[in-house]
Every structure is written in structure tokens, then in C-alpha cells.
């Protein structure tokens, strides 16, 4: 399984945008990269997947270079309410892959 | 509205009790997880169950077994409960699409005291 690697902790502001990068040096040629978030006391949610170049959908951009070792999570204008850690993860979702988390990012947005 | 569903949000257990933590998706997913969380830790996959009585070990499986005779439900059992197994239990489902990846959906967690 591809392992990640993601800052432990980042701070924000109100209004900032805010990008998150992991590293991932090992990712295999079937794996996605996907990102949730997670609030305090509540199960992970699932925000944005991607496999290569740029997605974005109505909470975020994920940006995945043609080498695809690293990739990163963009959030605009955040708010105090996307305080929460966010975790990345890579993997092949075919029946018998595991989802495997790492430590994730602790974000925190301040007015 | 798709949902997973743990029987538990709570739960208080003596050390040496057989606890079992219920988990139900009504989704149709073949994949189920269960995952411990502990502050500064993460999430920490226990086991994993890709079909009706199949199941793999994930990383931290000691101490724990798990049951799936059915495939809406994955129960996590704690045979013999001691007071470092005191933690969040988080339960997910997904259902794997070949050539693309599908989300994990979650549930909300038991958070289980063992005194």
C-alpha cells in the first residue's frame, strides 16, 4: 500500500485559501487519490478523488502533477466551520484493497 | 440518504467482558471496515471484510475478531475487553467500481469506555 505524508497541523484564516499537499512517492498505476475530512466526535467524509491533473467539485480542487507523487488539496476562501483534519489517502478500491489513513492534517482556520 | 449505522454512540464495559459493536450499511456495499481512533493516532484499521464471511487483518488486529455472515452487517468483537481497547470505534463501508475509485462512507462512531 502507498504510504503518505502530510503536515501535521496547519493555521489560517477566515476568507484564505488554503493548500494542503501530501506525498505520496509510491503511489501504483491503479491508484486513486482521495481526500476526507473530518470533524471533531464525527465519522470521516469523503471531499474530492482524483487520478491525474485537476478535479474540482462545489467544497474543493485537487491538483495531481503528471508524476503523480504528490498531489494537493485546495480549499478557497475558507471559513471557521472547515476547521477539521483532512486526510489523504491512496489506493486501488477494487474488492480486496484496504483504505489505509495516515495522521492527516489538522486544520485550523481563525477569524 | 446512504447511511452506516453503528448500534452504539456510547458505551461502558467492564475489563474480561465479550463486547460487540454492531455496524449496518444499507448500500449494498461489498466492503466494510473497522477502525480505532485514538487522539494523536489517527485512524488505525482493525480488520477489513470484502465479502460475506471473508475478512483480512488490518494493522493493529490483536485483541479484536470480527463477524460478517450477512453482507449489510460487520461486527467487531472484543473478546476478552481490556482498558487500553477504551477508544472511538469507527465503522465504513465502500463498494469497489473497477477502473474508478468509489468513496468510504462512515459512521459515527462508538466511543467505548472500558473500566
Known sequence: LAKTTQPISMDSYEGQEVNITCSHNNIATNDYITWYQQFPSQGPRFIIQGYKTKVTNEVASLFIP????????????????????????????NAGNMLTFGGGTRLMVKP | ?????????????????????????????????????????????????????????????????????????????????STNQTSMYLCASSSPDRGMNTEAFFGQGTRLTVV
Open chain 1, 66 to 93: 503528471a508524476d503523480r507523487k504528490s498531489s494537493t488539496l485546495s480549499l478557497p476562501r475558507v471559513s471557521l466551520s472547515d476547521t477539521a483534519v483532512y486526510y489523504c489517502l491512496v489506493g486501488d478500491n
Open chain 2, 1 to 81: 440518504d446512504v447511511k452506516v449505522t453503528q448500534s452504539s454512540r456510547y458505551l461502558v464495559k467492564r475489563t474480561g467482558e465479550k463486547v460487540f459493536l454492531e455496524c449496518v450499511q444499507d448500500m449494498d456495499h461489498e466492503n466494510m471496515f473497522w477502525y480505532r481512533q485514538d487522539p494523536g493516532l489517527g485512524l488505525r484499521l482493525i480488520y477489513f471484510s470484502y465479502d460475506v464471511k471473508m475478512k483480512e487483518k488490518g494493522d493493529i488486529p490483536e485483541g479484536y475478531s470480527v463477524s460478517r455472515e450477512k453482507k449489510e452487517r460487520f461486527s467487531l468483537i472484543l473478546e476478552s475487553a
